[in-house]
């Protein structure tokens, strides 16, 4: 793997930071009444997946708010067709994704952002669940830390799904909770897939515990 960034670009940064104090913070905090846990877990700097559970379009923004850092997402690659657009959120980190082209190209992606000096966000169950609470979680991130030897912090977000419920056409105020738990260590590189899937268990039952303790 190449030499990894300690740091995101300085665009990149300060455009995080307009958003979060001018926008997503005020909003959360006055509309949403947000509470955030653990927020002294997060390494300022340097090589991090963040992991987390996932039940709404406005997780990532939440996530990257609550954490204090920018957090690089993927998002659907026909969001970068539109040229303004596409300049706008790959400055915020997002990176695209080809629709079929299945779990390779994301881990690749993935890594990129790492090297670059971003904390990646993933997914743990890779969609969305009706609750928040992740019940089949995926291999991804525990392959995209032993490729690089990153850490996963694990995040749980509680409330989102009840932002924007399926049949809403408007979001509606609920309260959100975010906990953030302590740093998991990477796996070994040469870790087998029994190895992997035991990160991704401790991911899946840190982040449900956390979900467990509700608002």
């Known amino acids: 793997m190449a030499k990894v960034a300690e740091r995101e670009p300085q665009i990149s940064l300060a455009l995080y930071h307009l958003l979060k104090w001018s926008v997503v913070s005020p909003l959360l905090h006055i509309c949403f009444g947000s509470k955030i846990y653990g927020a002294d877990n997060v390494p300022k700097q340097g090589s991090l997946i963040v992991v987390s559970n996932h039940a709404s379009d406005f997780d990532p923004l ?84 032993a490729k690089t030897h990153t850490p996963l912090l694990p995040v749980s977000i509680w409330g989102t799904h009840e932002i924007l419920p399926k049949g809403s056409k408007f979001p509606r105020f609920y309260p959100v909770t975010i906990r953030i738990g302590e740093l998991i260590p990477p796996p070994n590189p040469k870790s087998d897939r029994s190895e992997l899937q035991a990160i991704t268990d401790q991911c899946a039952l840190t982040i449900n515990n956390l979900h467990a303790l509700g608002r």
Do not use: H
């Open 62 to 145: 939440i996530v990257a708010n609550c954490v204090g850092r920018p957090v690089a997402f993927m998002a659907k690659e026909e969001l970068f067709k539109v040229p303004v657009l596409k300049r706008i959120i790959k400055l915020y980190g997002a990176y695209p994704v080809k629709r079929g082209t299945g779990d390779r190209a994301a881990i690749r992606a993935a890594v990129e952002t790492l090297e670059n000096g971003w904390a990646t966000g993933v997914f743990l169950q890779g969609t969305r669940t009706p609750d928040g609470k992740i019940t089949d979680p995926k291999l991804g991130a525990a392959l995209i830390a």
